[in-house]
């Protein structure tokens, strides 16, 4: 960690000092260990998805629902052996998988955690559920550990990158970055009873104005394979956004989100998730609470 370059901002921190673009040093950090059922149906079987919330992420979304940790980094430490036995605890809890959310930044530690939990008896499969701004050469440190990647392709554009999560070239990055995932990995497997085994399932977060460019994150993915799972989520809610944008001071209308869902079963999609237009008022975690998303879920 002396040069850090796991995330596509390459800031070549020596983390072992002072803290990188992320705003982590070189000790992991977790904002919250639950088990979660708010995901989408293939990953919450059996009792939920143990979702392990890592502090600190790359990105600075101005609308993050997450900015407790991911932006004011708060949480705990935890070592690769006690973030093992966390996601043993999962495993015993009867979780799907073990859902590691934003953990680029902390790659090699959580590798080397999840070597520790194989070697232990860990056979449920492995969430990495990114924001989609990942270089290839970090998402090969994964290779061979057959994960389901949960991506939140979030921009159709470079611009909206910029203004609404401040990082340059998110787009490029992330159509690389997916492009990868699907090459490497294929689409979502499921196994007979419809759980996630492995493979790929794309998030859009469709934003008020349709800022977010929702039809390229569409139209790219189509071109890649209709195949991929797509997930088409109406839940941005404006009581967390921090800019300065009059139209993202709203919530997304019934209008905006049926042509965003319109145009991805127009474009063929095998499978497409959705949420009802009340989402916005489900998903708003605390993180200062041992229960972050309230009856979403449940504490080990």
Same mark, same amino acid.
């Given at each position: 960690?002396? &040069?850090?370059?796991?995330?596509?901002?390459?800031?070549?921190?020596?983390?072992?000092? %002072?803290?990188? /673009?992320?705003? *982590?040093?070189?000790?992991?950090?977790?904002?919250? %260990?639950? !088990?979660?059922?708010?995901?989408?149906?293939?990953?919450?079987?059996? /009792?939920? =998805?143990?979702?392990?919330?890592?502090?600190?992420?790359?990105?600075?979304? =101005?609308?993050?629902?997450?900015?407790?940790? *991911?932006?004011?980094?708060?949480?705990?430490?935890?070592?690769?052996?006690?973030? $093992? %036995?966390?996601?043993?605890?999962?495993?015993? $809890?009867?979780?799907?998988?073990?859902?590691?959310?934003?953990?680029?930044?902390? *790659?090699?530690?959580? +590798?080397?955690?999840?070597? !520790?939990?194989?070697?232990?008896?860990?056979? !449920?499969?492995?969430?990495?559920?990114?924001?989609?701004?990942?270089?290839?050469?970090?998402?090969?440190?994964?290779?061979?550990?057959?994960?389901?990647?949960?991506?939140? @392709?979030?921009?159709?554009?470079?611009?909206?990158?910029?203004?609404?999560?401040?990082?340059?070239?998110?787009?490029? %990055? $992330?159509?690389? $970055?997916?492009?990868?995932?699907?090459?490497?990995?294929?689409? +979502?497997?499921?196994?007979?009873?419809?759980?996630?085994?492995?493979? +790929?399932? &794309?998030?859009?977060? &469709?934003?008020?104005?349709?800022?977010?460019?929702?039809?390229?994150?569409?139209?790219?993915?189509?071109?890649? *394979?209709?195949?991929?799972?797509?997930?088409?989520? =109406?839940?941005?809610?404006?009581?967390?956004?921090?800019?300065?944008?009059?139209?993202?001071?709203?919530?997304?209308?019934?209008?905006?989100?049926?042509?965003? &869902?319109?145009?991805?079963?127009? @474009?063929?999609?095998?499978?497409?998730?959705?949420?009802?237009?009340?989402?916005?008022?489900?998903?708003?975690?605390?993180?200062?609470?041992?229960?972050?998303?309230?009856? @979403?879920?449940?504490?080990?």
């Amino acid at each position: 960690m002396n &040069v850090c370059n796991l995330c596509p901002r390459r800031c070549g921190v020596d983390r072992s000092r %002072a803290r990188g /673009a992320c705003r *982590s040093d070189d000790r992991m950090k977790i904002g919250a %260990a639950v !088990i979660h059922r708010g995901e989408e149906p293939p990953l919450v079987h059996g /009792a939920g =998805s143990g979702a392990v919330f890592f502090a600190g992420c790359p990105m600075r979304c =101005s609308y993050c629902q997450n900015r407790q940790i *991911s932006q004011l980094c708060r949480g705990r430490t935890v070592h690769p052996p006690e973030l $093992a %036995a966390i996601m043993l605890d999962f495993q015993e $809890a009867g979780c799907s998988n073990v859902n590691l959310v934003s953990p680029t930044h902390y *790659s090699p530690w959580v +590798l080397e955690s999840l070597g !520790i939990a194989r070697d232990r008896g860990l056979k !449920i499969p492995v969430v990495v559920n990114s924001g989609g701004y990942e270089s290839v050469e970090c998402l090969d440190m994964w290779a061979g550990q057959d994960c389901i990647y949960l991506v939140d @392709l979030k921009y159709g554009d470079n611009d909206t990158g910029v203004r609404l999560s401040g990082v340059e070239g998110y787009w490029d %990055a $992330a159509r690389k $970055a997916v492009r990868h995932l699907y090459e490497t990995s294929g689409p +979502l497997v499921l196994d007979g009873e419809g759980s996630a085994v492995r493979g +790929l399932l &794309v998030r859009h977060l &469709v934003l008020p104005g349709m800022r977010s460019n929702p039809f390229a994150v569409l139209e790219f993915l189509a071109d890649l *394979s209709r195949e991929i799972p797509v997930s088409v989520m =109406s839940q941005y809610n404006p009581a967390f956004y921090t800019g300065d944008l009059d139209d993202m001071r709203r919530t997304v209308t019934p209008g905006e989100y049926r042509v965003v &869902v319109e145009r991805a079963l127009e @474009l063929g999609f095998e499978t497409v998730f959705t949420q009802s237009l009340d989402a916005f008022d489900t998903y708003n975690p605390d993180f200062a609470s041992c229960k972050p998303f309230d009856d @979403l879920e449940r504490v080990l």
